[in-house]
Protein backbone atom coordinates (compact mmCIF):
# COMPACT_ATOMS: atom_id res chain seq x y z
CA UNK A 1 0.00 0.00 0.00
CA UNK A 2 3.11 2.57 0.75
CA UNK A 3 4.47 1.15 -2.25
CA UNK A 4 1.40 2.46 -4.40
CA UNK A 5 1.31 5.41 -2.98
CA UNK A 6 4.87 6.45 -3.69
CA UNK A 7 4.14 5.14 -7.30
CA UNK A 8 0.88 6.81 -7.96
CA UNK A 9 3.20 10.00 -6.66
CA UNK A 10 5.69 9.41 -9.26
CA UNK A 11 3.45 8.24 -11.90
CA UNK A 12 2.02 12.21 -11.77
CA UNK A 13 4.77 13.66 -11.25
CA UNK A 14 6.47 12.16 -14.59
CA UNK A 15 3.28 12.88 -16.44
CA UNK A 16 3.16 16.88 -15.33
CA UNK A 17 0.00 15.82 -14.14
CA UNK A 18 -2.52 16.38 -10.93
CA UNK A 19 -4.88 13.94 -9.79
CA UNK A 20 -7.77 16.07 -11.27
CA UNK A 21 -6.24 16.14 -15.03
CA UNK A 22 -7.04 11.98 -14.84
CA UNK A 23 -10.20 11.09 -16.33
CA UNK A 24 -10.58 7.83 -14.64
CA UNK A 25 -9.06 5.37 -12.45
CA UNK A 26 -8.28 1.76 -13.65
CA UNK A 27 -6.87 -0.73 -11.77
CA UNK A 28 -6.28 -5.06 -12.23
CA UNK A 29 -9.37 -6.58 -10.25
CA UNK A 30 -8.37 -10.36 -11.13
CA UNK A 31 -7.62 -12.50 -11.82
CA UNK A 32 -4.38 -13.44 -9.85
CA UNK A 33 -2.89 -14.01 -6.19
CA UNK A 34 -5.55 -12.85 -4.54
CA UNK A 35 -3.92 -10.80 -2.06
CA UNK A 36 -2.26 -8.42 -4.45
CA UNK A 37 -5.44 -7.70 -6.35
CA UNK A 38 -6.93 -7.06 -2.86
CA UNK A 39 -4.69 -4.22 -2.26
CA UNK A 40 -4.49 -3.09 -5.73
CA UNK A 41 -8.68 -2.82 -6.09
CA UNK A 42 -8.79 -1.22 -2.81
CA UNK A 43 -6.40 1.55 -3.18
CA UNK A 44 -7.72 2.66 -6.56
CA UNK A 45 -11.34 2.52 -5.23
CA UNK A 46 -10.39 4.76 -2.56
CA UNK A 47 -8.44 6.94 -4.93
CA UNK A 48 -11.33 7.00 -7.14
CA UNK A 49 -13.75 7.98 -4.46
CA UNK A 50 -11.60 10.71 -3.01
CA UNK A 51 -10.86 12.10 -6.33
CA UNK A 52 -14.58 11.98 -7.57
CA UNK A 53 -13.59 10.01 -10.69
CA UNK A 54 -14.92 7.00 -12.27
CA UNK A 55 -13.71 3.60 -10.95
CA UNK A 56 -12.70 1.01 -14.06
CA UNK A 57 -11.99 -2.81 -13.08
CA UNK A 58 -9.61 -4.32 -15.10
CA UNK A 59 -8.99 -8.05 -15.87
CA UNK A 60 -5.23 -8.43 -16.24
CA UNK A 61 -5.87 -11.13 -19.47
CA UNK A 62 -7.85 -8.13 -20.89
CA UNK A 63 -4.70 -5.65 -20.32
CA UNK A 64 -2.59 -8.00 -22.20
CA UNK A 65 -4.63 -8.38 -25.41
CA UNK A 66 -5.48 -4.83 -25.59
CA UNK A 67 -1.87 -3.35 -25.35
CA UNK A 68 -1.55 -3.81 -29.23
CA UNK A 69 -4.08 -1.24 -30.10
CA UNK A 70 -2.47 1.09 -28.03
CA UNK A 71 0.84 1.11 -30.53
CA UNK A 72 -0.71 -0.03 -33.20
CA UNK A 73 -4.25 0.62 -35.59
CA UNK A 74 -5.67 -2.99 -35.25
CA UNK A 75 -9.73 -3.42 -35.77
CA UNK A 76 -11.72 -6.06 -34.49
CA UNK A 77 -11.82 -8.43 -34.84
CA UNK A 78 -7.90 -10.13 -34.34
CA UNK A 79 -7.22 -13.05 -32.66
CA UNK A 80 -4.53 -13.05 -30.28
CA UNK A 81 -2.29 -15.71 -28.96
CA UNK A 82 -2.00 -14.90 -24.78
CA UNK A 83 1.26 -16.12 -23.75
CA UNK A 84 2.19 -15.28 -19.68
CA UNK A 85 3.69 -17.17 -16.48
CA UNK A 86 0.23 -18.06 -15.52
CA UNK A 87 -1.98 -18.20 -19.08
CA UNK A 88 -1.40 -19.71 -22.42
CA UNK A 89 -4.86 -19.15 -24.51
CA UNK A 90 -6.16 -18.44 -28.50
CA UNK A 91 -8.35 -16.04 -28.06
CA UNK A 92 -10.44 -14.68 -30.69
CA UNK A 93 -11.17 -10.69 -29.90
CA UNK A 94 -14.24 -9.12 -31.31
CA UNK A 95 -14.47 -6.07 -29.56
CA UNK A 96 -14.31 -4.81 -26.27
CA UNK A 97 -15.61 -6.99 -23.79
CA UNK A 98 -16.18 -9.80 -26.09
CA UNK A 99 -13.65 -12.70 -26.38
CA UNK A 100 -13.99 -16.71 -27.37
CA UNK A 101 -11.31 -18.82 -26.03
CA UNK A 102 -10.40 -21.23 -28.92
CA UNK A 103 -7.98 -22.71 -27.30
CA UNK A 104 -5.83 -23.03 -23.92
CA UNK A 105 -3.28 -24.97 -22.20
CA UNK A 106 -4.38 -28.54 -20.48
CA UNK A 107 -1.43 -27.79 -17.55
CA UNK A 108 1.43 -25.75 -17.72
CA UNK A 109 1.34 -22.25 -18.95
CA UNK A 110 4.19 -21.12 -21.31
CA UNK A 111 5.88 -18.67 -19.61
CA UNK A 112 5.99 -21.34 -16.54
CA UNK A 113 7.43 -24.14 -18.77
CA UNK A 114 10.28 -21.43 -19.53
CA UNK A 115 10.65 -20.51 -15.59
CA UNK A 116 10.43 -24.52 -14.13
CA UNK A 117 13.04 -25.21 -16.81
CA UNK A 118 15.05 -22.62 -16.21
CA UNK A 119 14.81 -24.29 -12.47
CA UNK A 120 15.91 -27.12 -13.67
CA UNK A 121 18.63 -26.11 -15.14
CA UNK A 122 19.49 -24.02 -12.04
CA UNK A 123 19.40 -20.77 -13.94
CA UNK A 124 17.88 -17.63 -12.35
CA UNK A 125 13.99 -16.32 -12.31
CA UNK A 126 12.00 -15.40 -14.42
CA UNK A 127 13.34 -18.17 -16.68
CA UNK A 128 12.26 -16.82 -20.39
CA UNK A 129 14.94 -13.76 -21.15
CA UNK A 130 17.50 -16.61 -19.66
CA UNK A 131 16.97 -19.23 -22.08
CA UNK A 132 16.50 -17.32 -24.89
CA UNK A 133 19.95 -16.11 -24.25
CA UNK A 134 21.46 -19.39 -23.94
CA UNK A 135 19.23 -20.76 -26.70
CA UNK A 136 21.09 -18.06 -29.29
CA UNK A 137 23.97 -20.14 -29.06
CA UNK A 138 22.91 -23.71 -28.49
CA UNK A 139 21.95 -26.35 -31.30
CA UNK A 140 18.24 -26.82 -31.16
CA UNK A 141 18.23 -30.82 -32.68
CA UNK A 142 20.69 -31.52 -29.93
CA UNK A 143 17.56 -33.25 -28.44
CA UNK A 144 14.17 -34.50 -29.36
CA UNK A 145 11.59 -33.27 -27.07
CA UNK A 146 7.58 -34.33 -27.20
CA UNK A 147 5.69 -32.02 -29.48
CA UNK A 148 2.51 -32.63 -26.93
CA UNK A 149 -0.76 -32.34 -28.77
CA UNK A 150 0.29 -31.70 -32.14
CA UNK A 151 -1.54 -34.40 -33.79
CA UNK A 152 -5.29 -33.65 -32.45
CA UNK A 153 -7.87 -31.04 -33.85
CA UNK A 154 -8.21 -27.97 -32.20
CA UNK A 155 -5.78 -25.60 -30.61
CA UNK A 156 -5.38 -26.81 -27.12
CA UNK A 157 -2.20 -26.98 -25.94
CA UNK A 158 0.19 -29.07 -23.10
CA UNK A 159 3.16 -27.85 -21.80
CA UNK A 160 4.01 -29.81 -18.69
CA UNK A 161 5.52 -33.11 -20.93
CA UNK A 162 8.11 -31.06 -22.42
CA UNK A 163 9.21 -30.01 -18.69
CA UNK A 164 9.52 -33.06 -17.47
CA UNK A 165 11.31 -34.32 -20.72
CA UNK A 166 14.06 -31.86 -20.02
CA UNK A 167 14.28 -33.32 -15.86
CA UNK A 168 14.55 -36.62 -17.75
CA UNK A 169 17.69 -35.60 -19.78
CA UNK A 170 19.13 -33.77 -16.87
CA UNK A 171 18.85 -36.00 -13.96
CA UNK A 172 20.76 -38.27 -16.65
CA UNK A 173 23.58 -35.81 -17.59
CA UNK A 174 26.48 -35.94 -14.78
CA UNK A 175 28.22 -32.69 -16.36
CA UNK A 176 25.66 -29.79 -16.84
CA UNK A 177 28.22 -28.10 -19.17
CA UNK A 178 27.83 -24.76 -20.59
CA UNK A 179 27.15 -26.21 -24.04
CA UNK A 180 24.89 -28.83 -22.77
CA UNK A 181 22.59 -26.09 -20.97
CA UNK A 182 23.07 -23.98 -24.45
CA UNK A 183 21.55 -27.23 -25.93
CA UNK A 184 18.71 -28.13 -23.97
CA UNK A 185 17.74 -24.34 -23.71
CA UNK A 186 17.40 -24.31 -27.48
CA UNK A 187 15.76 -27.54 -28.31
CA UNK A 188 13.43 -26.49 -25.25
CA UNK A 189 12.34 -23.03 -27.20
CA UNK A 190 12.59 -24.52 -30.32
CA UNK A 191 9.76 -27.30 -29.52
CA UNK A 192 8.02 -24.73 -27.97
CA UNK A 193 7.83 -22.62 -31.32
CA UNK A 194 7.21 -25.73 -32.83
CA UNK A 195 4.06 -26.58 -30.33
CA UNK A 196 3.04 -22.80 -30.94
CA UNK A 197 2.76 -22.84 -34.82
CA UNK A 198 1.07 -25.79 -35.22
CA UNK A 199 -1.39 -24.66 -32.59
CA UNK A 200 -1.39 -21.60 -34.25
CA UNK A 201 -2.38 -22.62 -37.97
CA UNK A 202 -5.26 -24.77 -36.18
CA UNK A 203 -6.47 -21.38 -33.80
CA UNK A 204 -6.29 -19.68 -37.31
CA UNK A 205 -8.86 -22.09 -39.19
CA UNK A 206 -11.42 -21.61 -36.58
CA UNK A 207 -11.17 -18.07 -35.93
CA UNK A 208 -11.68 -17.91 -39.71
CA UNK A 209 -14.53 -20.08 -39.23
CA UNK A 210 -16.00 -17.86 -36.79
CA UNK A 211 -14.98 -14.44 -38.09
CA UNK A 212 -15.66 -14.47 -41.78
CA UNK A 213 -13.50 -12.77 -43.95
CA UNK A 214 -13.36 -9.49 -44.93
CA UNK A 215 -10.95 -8.88 -41.69
CA UNK A 216 -7.76 -7.70 -41.70
CA UNK A 217 -5.82 -10.99 -40.34
CA UNK A 218 -3.70 -9.74 -37.66
CA UNK A 219 -2.49 -12.34 -34.98
CA UNK A 220 -1.97 -10.22 -31.58
CA UNK A 221 1.11 -11.97 -29.46
CA UNK A 222 0.65 -10.55 -25.72
CA UNK A 223 2.06 -11.28 -22.38
CA UNK A 224 5.45 -11.87 -21.05
CA UNK A 225 6.17 -15.12 -23.28
CA UNK A 226 6.20 -12.29 -26.27
CA UNK A 227 8.66 -10.69 -25.89
CA UNK A 228 10.63 -13.38 -26.99
CA UNK A 229 12.37 -12.69 -30.55
CA UNK A 230 12.92 -16.10 -31.54
CA UNK A 231 9.03 -17.22 -30.94
CA UNK A 232 7.57 -14.02 -32.51
CA UNK A 233 10.04 -14.80 -36.09
CA UNK A 234 8.98 -18.60 -35.71
CA UNK A 235 4.90 -17.65 -35.41
CA UNK A 236 5.24 -14.75 -37.95
CA UNK A 237 6.77 -17.65 -40.54
CA UNK A 238 4.17 -20.37 -39.67
CA UNK A 239 1.49 -17.61 -39.94
CA UNK A 240 2.08 -16.02 -43.12
CA UNK A 241 1.36 -18.70 -45.06
CA UNK A 242 -1.89 -18.17 -43.85
CA UNK A 243 -1.69 -14.96 -44.67
CA UNK A 244 -2.22 -13.66 -41.60
CA UNK A 245 0.09 -10.60 -39.83
CA UNK A 246 2.42 -10.74 -36.85
CA UNK A 247 1.55 -8.09 -34.44
CA UNK A 248 3.71 -8.06 -30.78
CA UNK A 249 3.88 -4.62 -28.47
CA UNK A 250 7.24 -3.61 -27.75
CA UNK A 251 8.80 -5.33 -25.43
CA UNK A 252 8.40 -3.71 -22.11
CA UNK A 253 4.78 -3.52 -23.08
CA UNK A 254 4.59 -7.34 -23.29
CA UNK A 255 5.88 -7.95 -19.81
CA UNK A 256 3.46 -6.93 -16.97
CA UNK A 257 2.71 -2.79 -16.57
CA UNK A 258 0.45 -0.09 -15.81
CA UNK A 259 0.21 1.39 -19.49
CA UNK A 260 -1.51 -2.30 -20.74
CA UNK A 261 -3.96 -1.52 -17.84
CA UNK A 262 -4.62 2.37 -18.31
CA UNK A 263 -5.20 1.47 -22.01
CA UNK A 264 -7.37 -0.76 -21.29
CA UNK A 265 -9.12 1.57 -19.25
CA UNK A 266 -9.44 4.09 -21.81
CA UNK A 267 -10.41 1.92 -24.19
CA UNK A 268 -13.91 0.94 -21.55
CA UNK A 269 -14.60 4.70 -20.69
CA UNK A 270 -15.02 5.40 -24.24
CA UNK A 271 -18.16 3.46 -24.43
CA UNK A 272 -19.17 4.45 -21.10
CA UNK A 273 -18.09 0.49 -19.49
CA UNK A 274 -17.32 1.95 -15.86
CA UNK A 275 -17.59 -0.22 -12.28
CA UNK A 276 -19.42 0.28 -9.53
CA UNK A 277 -17.50 0.64 -5.93
CA UNK A 278 -18.84 -2.33 -4.97
CA UNK A 279 -17.08 -4.29 -7.44
CA UNK A 280 -15.04 -7.61 -5.91
CA UNK A 281 -11.87 -8.61 -7.12
CA UNK A 282 -11.33 -12.11 -8.09
CA UNK A 283 -8.60 -14.25 -8.07
CA UNK A 284 -10.32 -16.57 -10.75
CA UNK A 285 -11.80 -14.23 -13.75
CA UNK A 286 -12.33 -15.92 -17.28
CA UNK A 287 -11.88 -13.12 -20.47
CA UNK A 288 -15.62 -14.44 -21.52
CA UNK A 289 -17.11 -13.61 -18.16
CA UNK A 290 -16.26 -10.63 -19.39
CA UNK A 291 -19.19 -11.05 -22.27
CA UNK A 292 -22.30 -9.68 -21.00
O1 LIG B 1 2.78 -11.35 -18.58
P1 LIG B 1 3.86 -11.56 -17.58
O2 LIG B 1 4.81 -10.42 -17.33
O3 LIG B 1 3.25 -11.95 -16.18
C1 LIG B 1 2.13 -12.77 -16.06
O4 LIG B 1 1.00 -12.25 -16.21
O5 LIG B 1 2.35 -13.99 -15.88
O6 LIG B 1 4.66 -12.85 -18.02
C2 LIG B 1 5.73 -13.34 -17.27
C3 LIG B 1 6.27 -14.55 -17.98
C4 LIG B 1 7.36 -15.27 -17.17
O7 LIG B 1 7.00 -16.63 -17.08
C5 LIG B 1 8.63 -15.06 -17.99
O8 LIG B 1 9.55 -16.13 -17.92
C6 LIG B 1 8.07 -14.91 -19.39
O9 LIG B 1 6.88 -14.18 -19.23
N1 LIG B 1 9.01 -14.18 -20.27
C7 LIG B 1 9.60 -14.76 -21.35
C8 LIG B 1 10.48 -13.78 -21.88
N2 LIG B 1 10.38 -12.64 -21.12
C9 LIG B 1 9.46 -12.92 -20.14
N3 LIG B 1 9.48 -15.99 -21.87
C10 LIG B 1 10.23 -16.29 -22.95
N4 LIG B 1 11.12 -15.42 -23.52
C11 LIG B 1 11.26 -14.16 -23.02
N5 LIG B 1 12.13 -13.31 -23.58
ZN1 LIG C 1 0.57 -10.69 -17.27
Given at each position: MRNLQSAVKRALLDAK??????DAIAA??????IGGVIVGTMFAKGLASAAKKPFIAINHLEGHILTARLTSDITFPYLSLLVSGGHCQFIAVLGIGEYKILGETLDDAVGEAFDKTAKILGLGFPGGPIIEKLAMIG???AYILPLSM?????CDMSFSGLKTAVRRIVEEERNLSKEFIQNICASFQYTIGEILSSRAINAIEMFEKMCHPPHDKNFILSGG????MYLRKKLQYAISNHGFNLIAPEISL?????AMIAWAGCERLKLGKVDDLSFCPKARWSLEDLTK
Amino acid sequence: MRNLQSAVKRALLDAKMDLQDIDAIAATCGPGLIGGVIVGTMFAKGLASAAKKPFIAINHLEGHILTARLTSDITFPYLSLLVSGGHCQFIAVLGIGEYKILGETLDDAVGEAFDKTAKILGLGFPGGPIIEKLAMIGRHDAYILPLSMTDRSGCDMSFSGLKTAVRRIVEEERNLSKEFIQNICASFQYTIGEILSSRAINAIEMFEKMCHPPHDKNFILSGGVAANMYLRKKLQYAISNHGFNLIAPEISLCTDNGAMIAWAGCERLKLGKVDDLSFCPKARWSLEDLTK
